[in-house]
């Protein structure tokens, strides 16, 4: 991995991350925007798949493009990326290629020969989805019978002998009272919990008001993340919890445009992979220069990578820790992309929130034409070198949080 400049031996790795570097450390590939389930909060509006996403062949091609400039590996999701038939072939070559795969299933095509498979490759890391520690909770939000199927394929994977997958859950205001079972669940299979944050972005966004943890909620969620320190991993999702005083294990900062980004299934380079909108849409692959083309001189990503004023959170004494939270949570909330997040836990987001006007609208909808309602639920209390680990020994690195969510 190159730095796009060398620091005084007095900064802060930090500080030369939000400058950008020369190759993003992980980047988030959507493969398909096809998928058997209707997630309500799916961040890419996943369900059927797009006729332009990109070929094997040029697939093939990203890949080679990656392995050239270092990239340490990349976050394949969606959609459910196992539907996709040359799935297995592209998984394949980019780990023959020197890039390093995490992928993001609802478990559906893990079966036995196919976690045994998985289990072989030390290059491969799994992250099977699930939003509720019982079927009641996680279904209302997945769809009927994919709690069973995620169980199921973490059965799998374990009776295959692969160790640290993980069971990677979206915090909602319905799961935050299951912090414990999920562990316990996780632990029951070997695998390591990974709790991420629950943008409104795709269809999230038309439930994020009903589903954001609620204010005590965020609270609790933090509390419990100090407690259990390096046992569970947030990819750096809550950084903005860190203005409750202590700062939370990453980087805390927003890596958009600076050290990842997003690649959809026809193309598209987005600068953060949970802000899917023309404002954030850098360029294509399938333009003159490729990929390094539009990470190293897409205007967007230039302007991204410029000093940081923090415009009205720079007078606060948390802005050091929270940076202003996250960017896509602002957007799509309808907020200033220089002001509080919306989730701030100081409150100074909820006037704004109370006072917002137009909320834009995620770009593209590839929703089953039939979607299912929400139901409720009761809330209760690269190259392989020594200097190169696999991927499952590196994924967790502060910048490896992208989530997908079929």
């Known amino acids: 991995m190159q730095l796009t400049q060398r620091a005084p031996a007095s900064e802060r790795l930090v500080d030369l991350f939000e400058r950008g570097l020369a190759a993003p450390i992980c980047l988030t590939w959507e493969l398909t925007y096809a998928c058997n389930l209707s997630c309500t909060h799916c961040l890419s ?14 697939a093939k091609a990203v890949i080679d493009e990656l392995e050239a400039m270092q990239v340490f590996y990349v976050n394949i999701g969606g959609g459910e990326p196992t539907v996709r038939p040359d799935f297995w072939e592209l998984l394949d070559y980019a780990t023959a290629h020197h890039v390093g795969v995490k992928f993001s299933t609802n478990g559906v095509r893990l079966t036995p020969e196919a976690a045994r498979r998985l289990a072989r490759n030390d290059y491969v890391d799994v992250q099977i989805s699930l939003d509720g520690a019982t079927a009641e909770v996680n279904d209302a939000v997945r769809g009927a019978g994919s709690y069973d199927t995620a169980l199921r394929a973490m059965s799998n994977l374990a009776d295959a002998g692969m160790k640290n997958f993980k069971l990677s859950v979206v915090c909602t205001r319905h799961n ?12 029951r299979y070997g695998a390591q919990l990974r709790l991420t944050r629950l943008r409104p972005s795709g269809r999230g966004a038309d439930v994020w008001d ?3 943890p609620l204010p005590e909620q965020q609270r609790q969620l933090y509390d419990w993340l100090v407690a259990h320190g390096e046992q569970v991993l ?10 409750y005083g202590k700062s939370l294990p990453g980087l805390n900062l927003c890596g958009a445009g600076r050290v990842v980004c997003l690649i959809d299934p026809v193309g598209d380079v987005y600068a953060c992979p949970f802000a899917i909108h023309d404002d954030f849409l850098a360029g294509n692959v399938r333009e003159p220069g490729g990929f390094a083309q539009v990470w190293r001189h897409s205007p967007l ?3 991204l990578r410029e000093p940081q004023t923090g415009g009205a959170c720079a007078s606060c004494s948390f802005y050091d820790t929270c940076k202003g939270g996250c960017m896509a949570a602002k957007f799509f909330t309808g907020l200033p992309l220089d002001g509080p997040d919306p989730e701030c836990v100081q409150g100074y987001g909820e006037q704004l929130l ?5 909320v834009p609208k995620p770009s593209g909808d590839h929703s089953h034409r039939r979607r299912p309602r929400p139901v409720d639920v009761t809330l209760t209390r690269h190259r392989p070198a020594p200097d190169r680990p696999p991927v499952t020994a590196c994924a967790e690195d502060p910048l490896a949080g992208t989530d997908f969510r079929a």
Request: glycine share 6%.
């Open 45 to 58: 509006s996943s369900g059927r798949r797009d006729p332009r996403e990109l070929t094997t062949d040029q």
């Open 176 to 187: 935050i009272p299951q912090l414990d079972e999920f562990k316990a669940l996780a632990d």
């Open 210 to 212: 009903e589903l954001h």
């Open 234 to 243: 947030t990819g750096d999702s809550f950084f903005h919890l860190s203005a």
């Open 301 to 303: 990503f230039e302007k």
């Open 354 to 358: 109370a006072d917002r006007g137009a």
